[in-house]
């Protein structure tokens, strides 16, 4: 992965949404009391795989490669 926390250079867990600041699970537990702020890398990247996954699957069933390439240019 190679994100690292910005306080303790430890391997980063969450991430604050919209901004590059990464954080290991405990600096942001420490550092953030809600950590409904906080993006979970690991979900993050899992949420965007899956997204990539059902526009793909989206593409096979529909059979029509163009147009869903250019929907996902779009995003
Ligand atoms: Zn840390």
Redo the contacts with the bound molecule.
């Keep these: 992965m190679g994100k690292k926390?910005?306080?303790?250079?430890?391997e980063?867990d969450y991430k604050i949404k919209d901004t590059p600041d990464y954080?290991?699970?405990?600096?942001?537990q420490e550092n953030f009391a809600d950590l409904g702020m906080l993006v979970n890398v690991e979900e993050e990247a899992q949420r965007l795989k899956e997204f990539l996954k059902e526009k793909i699957e989206q593409n096979i069933v529909e059979g029509d490669g163009d147009e869903s390439v250019n929907s996902l240019r779009q995003d």
Excluded at 5 to 10: Q, R, S
Excluded at 23 to 28: F, L
């Design positions: 926390c910005i306080v303790c250079d430890a980063a954080y290991c699970k405990e600096c942001a």
